[in-house]
């Protein structure tokens, strides 16, 4: 069980369009997503955090208008890069928080290429 | 505010032996502290967490990991290292089950 999927696992789009990137819950409820970003050999750093019908709370220095947070169900939130640009390549992963509160179920990550 | 420190960014260790991996932490709060493993382009997969229960933890794939209050540790261990244990690994730390922060990592590498 508590299985998360993300879709798709990898893009590359040219620099100014915009990319969605899906994160899912299979089998549970997940009343809060968890948005990372993790570079080449580093850690991962929370982007945002998405509430099920509620705007998402960003990170300090994480764009609002750049990354647009959707969680619109309970299974479902998706992550869009608007504009993107050659620095926001980077491993994209999420992750969901069902009704567990210190349990976090991970996606398996997209990776964008800008180019 | 929360922190983690893994002191070692890289370890490596021959198959058969033990595993020891070095996690400090930082929390103002009780915390809850967890273990991931991540294999190259993949997520990352719960090894093991410690929320206020026994101080040793059992994990999967032979892992487990003591809190140790009077240290602010939680080191990984394992007695005896696999080639399928290379990866890196994640300490990670919650304050109130909410937001996870995660250390830097530690790649560990296996030799045959």
């Known amino acids: 069980g508590a299985v998360v999927s993300q879709h798709p696992s990898w893009v590359i789009c040219k620099s100014g369009t915009s990319v969605k990137i899906e994160c899912r819950s299979l089998?549970?409820?997940?009343?809060?997503m968890f948005w990372y970003r993790q570079f080449p050999k580093q850690s991962l750093m929370l982007m945002a955090t998405s509430n099920e019908g509620s705007k998402a709370t960003y990170e300090q220095g994480v764009e609002k208008d750049k990354f647009l947070i959707n969680h619109a169900s309970l299974t479902l939130s998706t992550l869009t890069v608007t504009s993107a640009h050659p620095e926001d390549s980077s491993f994209y992963i999420c992750?969901?928080?069902?009704?567990?509160?210190?349990?976090?179920?991970f996606g398996p990550g997209t990776r964008l290429t800008v180019t | 505010a929360q922190s983690v420190t893994q002191l070692g960014s890289h370890v490596s260790v021959s198959e058969g032996a033990l595993v020891l991996l070095r996690c400090n932490y930082s929390s103002s709060v009780p915390p809850y502290l967890f273990w991931y493993v991540q294999y190259p382009n993949q997520g990352l997969q719960l090894l093991l967490k410690y929320t206020s229960a026994a101080t040793l933890v059992k994990g999967i794939n032979g892992f487990e990991a003591e809190f140790k209050k009077s240290e602010t540790s939680f080191h990984l261990t394992k007695p005896s290292a696999h080639m399928s244990d290379a990866a890196e690994y994640f300490c990670a730390v919650s304050e109130y089950g909410n937001k996870l922060v995660f250390g830097a990592g530690t790649i560990l590498r296996v030799k045959s």
């Open positions: 089998d549970f409820q997940a009343t809060t």
């Open positions: 992750s969901a928080r069902g009704t567990t509160p210190y349990e976090q179920y």
